[in-house]
C-alpha cells in the first residue's frame, strides 16, 4: 500500500486549503482512511477518519465543524477539506490506513502511512 499526499503549504488564519491522499496498491473495499497532524514537540494528533466503503466519517474535536473529511472511490483519493483554519493547525499532516470498518482515533491503529505535508497558517 502507498500513500502520497499533498496540497499543504502556506495561508493565512482563516483561509482553507484541501489535502489529498492518493491511495494505491490494494483494493480499499474493506478500509478506513484518516487523516492525522502532528506540530513541533508534539504527539501525533487523530484529524478526520472515513470508511471507505459507504463513506461513514468521523472528525476529532478540535476541527469538527471547520475540517470535512471525503474520499473519491474512482480516483482512490482521499480529501481532508479545512476551512477557517487556525495558527494552532499548523503541522505536519498525515494520511493514513487501517484495515476494517472501525473508524479508530488511535495512531498505532494504522498501518500504512504516507509521507506527510507541512500546513503553516500564519496569524
Known amino acids: 500500500v502507498q500513500l502520497q499526499a499533498f496540497g499543504g503549504g502556506l495561508v493565512q488564519a482563516g483561509g482553507c486549503l484541501r489535502l489529498?491522499?492518493?491511495?494505491?496498491?490494494?483494493?480499499?473495499?474493506?478500509?478506513?482512511m484518516g487523516w492525522f497532524r502532528q506540530a513541533p514537540g508534539k504527539e501525533r494528533e487523530f484529524v478526520a477518519a472515513?470508511?471507505?466503503?459507504?463513506?461513514?466519517?468521523y472528525h476529532g474535536d478540535s476541527v469538527k465543524g471547520r475540517f470535512s473529511i471525503s474520499r473519491d472511490i474512482v480516483k482512490d483519493t482521499v480529501y481532508l477539506q479545512m476551512n477557517s483554519l487556525k495558527p494552532e493547525d499548523t503541522a505536519v499532516y498525515y494520511c493514513?490506513?487501517?484495515?476494517?470498518?472501525?473508524?479508530?482515533?488511535?495512531?498505532?491503529?494504522?498501518?500504512?502511512w504516507g509521507q506527510g505535508t507541512q500546513v503553516t497558517v500564519s496569524s
Open positions: 489529498s491522499c492518493v491511495a494505491s496498491g490494494r483494493t480499499f473495499s474493506r478500509y478506513v
Open positions: 472515513i470508511r471507505w466503503s459507504g463513506g461513514m466519517t
Open positions: 493514513s490506513a487501517k484495515s476494517g470498518d472501525y473508524l479508530s482515533t488511535v495512531t498505532s491503529h494504522y498501518d500504512y
